[in-house]
């Protein structure tokens, strides 16, 4: 609870016979301890993966007058370009526990009423685009350039640098039509419009309006059946948790996967002996939202399906799969809708056999569960069959749903008993 809080915005410096500039406005809040000396402020380019930091110092005698007061602390002196990815970091001194405050920032860009006036990187070209989402394509209107130099433009994708997104074309200086038109694969949030007068060493300008089409990102998932790898590749970079989970249809969520989150610090994330059952789903989490996508849900990949049949006083466990697989089951008596005791009752089974497991006399009328899993790999969809026990009458389950008990069997089956 030292870092409270951190707000960032863009401010502008303007003096009298120079060009104006724009620099990072940067606010934070935290609850002053005598034993802190300061804070230190980073930011990090993500375009150029340039990095600046300065620390703001506290005096001993103000960190003991101040001790537990809420303290804001300001600094400005971060020098941006226009349209630029930033990434900021705020931290202690000395630094506590990693505890720190980061935050992703875009400056504004040319389109921006204050930007477009007065800063110089916007006053000489301007980009006016159009886009045609049914036939894939990004017309572009270039205008404010020298006429008698010709002028590229071309669609690029922001990661280190911009990588070619197709071929750039070329607007004539003497023609009086300054409109070129370029065909995109995938509007994705780092797609850029870039654009340069055709001289030496010219500088590019950037547009890059698609921030936040950020669905089609979590697309781009793979399965290798031979290497039972499964991995996610971001087209864009992003600041996001990927963690696996299982999907219920109870109430429509994604349960949390154990020992399954990563952070995407790379350009793939990988997850290696996964289970190809179709609720076992990717979650993906940022700061806008979280979304989640279940690559083997349509029955491309063999599944597997756990059966249960009572016979006297024993349950039989079935498994069912198309390829090997070995199973784990445990028995638990579910005493309240989340929570199920285990009854020490533990087996391991191969495919194509059965396991017999003998229910004790005081179980009767309790709701018991059987839960299955495959132990063969490392992320696995636990399965799970419920019911009151008066015998496990023949269910099959194989889509993540509990089956619903059925106490109306309990006499018919008692007098077999």
Not at 73 to 88: D, G, P, R, S, T
């Amino acid at each position: 609870m030292v870092l409270r809080s951190m707000k960032i915005s863009t401010v502008m410096k303007c003096v009298q016979g120079s060009p104006c500039s724009l620099y990072l406005n940067i606010k934070g809040t935290l609850s002053l301890d005598e034993n802190i000396r300061g804070l230190e402020i980073c930011s990090l380019s993500l375009d150029t993966q340039q990095s600046q930091c300065t620390n703001v110092r506290f005096t001993r005698k103000k960190s003991k007058m101040l001790n537990g007061k809420k303290v804001q602390v300001q600094f400005n002196c971060v020098e941006v370009n226009v349209a630029q990815h930033i990434y900021v970091t705020m931290k202690t001194v000395p630094n506590y526990c990693e505890v720190k405050l980061s935050q992703e920032y875009y400056v504004e860009d040319c389109r921006n009423s204050d930007v477009g006036k007065y800063i110089p990187a916007c006053l000489a070209e301007k980009f006016d685009y159009n886009v045609d989402r049914a036939r894939k394509l990004i017309t572009v209107n270039v205008s404010n350039f020298p006429r008698e130099q010709d002028y590229y433009v071309r669609l690029c994708y922001k990661w280190f640098t911009c990588e070619d997104a197709g071929a750039f074309a070329v607007i004539k200086g003497k023609e009086s039509f300054k409109s070129v038109s370029l065909k995109y694969s995938q509007l994705l949030p780092c797609l850029c419009i870039e654009g340069w007068l055709a001289i030496p060493d010219a500088r590019r300008i950037q547009l890059c309006p698609f921030a936040n089409d950020t669905k089609t990102l979590w697309d781009n998932i793979v399965y290798n059946p031979s290497t039972q790898t499964l991995a996610w590749e971001p087209a864009c970079p992003v600041l996001v948790m990927v963690n696996l989970c299982r999907f219920t249809k109870l109430n429509h969520d994604c349960e949390d996967i154990e020992n399954s989150f990563k952070n995407s610090t790379e350009k793939q994330v990988k997850y290696s002996r996964v289970d190809t059952h179709p609720r076992l789903c990717m979650k993906f989490t940022t700061k806008k939202g979280t979304w989640i996508k279940c690559p083997f849900a349509h029955g491309e990949f063999p599944a597997w399906k756990m059966r249960t049949a009572a016979v006297a006083e024993q349950i039989q466990v079935f498994f069912t799969s198309q390829t090997k697989a070995q199973f784990s089951v445990l028995v638990c008596n579910r005493t309240q809708m989340a929570s199920c005791e285990s009854l020490g009752m533990h087996h391991s089974v191969s495919v194509g056999d059965s396991v017999s497991i003998t229910m004790p006399q005081e179980m009767y009328g309790s709701t018991i569960c059987i839960q299955g899993w495959r132990t063969d790999v490392d992320y696995s969809v636990p399965l799970q069959i419920c019911d009151t026990y008066c015998g496990f009458h023949n269910q099959s389950y194989g889509d993540g749903n509990p089956a619903k008990a059925m106490t109306h069997r309990m006499k018919s089956v008692q007098s077999l008993h």
